[in-house]
């Protein structure tokens, strides 16, 4: 018999409550949100809502529902120190304390750490304090990307190419950034296909699940802004159609020795999720960044699979005896399409923007999964708020068979919504699978120029 208190209110949250409860283990959910999310409160044996920094009320109703275990699902809490703050009342967690969430919260951490532990995967980057020395660095780079140290909830990170074109510009954006933080990281901008890595760790033992393509751009085609994810897939034989098998294994191979330094740094084990957000480019795999929990929309292609008991898995982070246990998930491709506001990602004067705040009807879908995530349950039905609302799952033997079920799922869910129907079909994929042959085509033909 297990209590166990999940901290989140958005999807992700959803599909972790779903996979707590279908454990084999007798098994109570209990919720901590700063926002209700009516699938998950009528999970819930009880919900509390509030401030993801008030760590009082978290510890007292964690400690008044006794307990045995918390997942915490966004990195919000993970970066107030709730783990922390748990451990200080006798209740473990699966996440990072406040020190090691810095994986996720602290990109400079992340980076200076494989550098000094000599693990593969950086790309050329520099941390500045000041602007010295600046102009020299971005002037020896086709592009860069330009970032502040923190969590800045997906927002003030700075492509060339994306959200400005000049040197002149990079400079001015760093200035930008050192007036309100303490540093700015450049990092050389890197040209590929991009894959989700999210990896359990005990501390000692890392595992990986099944890679996912997240899709970050607002509209078909990748055009638009970028958003918090608009829908992923993942494939049957928990590779993607553009990688290879040494792409997994490399990326799996970099978040062992990372789990391997972060304990060297802090003499702390990294308990929870290691997420790496990976690029495949003619010079191999490397890092974008990692988040120290689940990917939103990420969990919810792979925690379906899932044929581990996820309270097993749990336990077995906390315990430090993942090397005990079999990780496995089914053999199935999934796609996921948020269902989003019409307004969602538009400026505030668009005429779509009204669309937020509106009432939708859900039909009955029996095919796929559906998780909510901003949503909000009132006497007269559904209504959307300003963000993602809810992630359609589409579960199959193949790619094509899980986007036909995801977009007829789509269909079944009526107002002023929009998704991307490109994501997980054939011509978006073998876009991928394109860029992806030029690019070793031509890392291939650097290799042979240089053995001749
Ligand atoms: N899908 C991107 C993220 O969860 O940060």
Redesign the pocket.
Known sequence: MYNVLLIGNGA?EHAIAETILRSRHNTTLFSFMKSNNPAIAALSSAACFGSYDNLNDISTFARDNAIDFAVIGP?DPLNNGVVDALRGIGIPAVGPTKKLAQLETSKSFTRNLLSKYKIPGNPRYKIFTSMDGVEDFIGGLEGVVIKPDGLTG?KGVMVQGDHFNTKEEALDHCREILREHSVVIVDEKLEGEEF?LQCLSDGTTVVATPPVQ?H?RRFVDDKGPNT??MG?YSSEDHSLPFMTPADVSEGLAITRKVADAIYQETGEHYKGVM?G?FIITKSGIKLLEY?A???????MNILPLLKTDFVDICRAIIDGTLNLLEVEFEKKATVCKYIVPKGYGLPKDHPDARSTYAKIEVDDVKEAQLFYASVDKREDGLYMTTSRAIGVVGIADDLVTAEQIAERAVSAIKGPVDHRPDIGTKPLIQRRIDHMRKIRAYSQALRDQHSI
Request: glycine content about 26%.
């Open positions: 992700r990195e997906g989700s997240d970050k918090g994810g992923s997420y957000g988040n929990r689940f990917g939103d929309p990420e969990a």
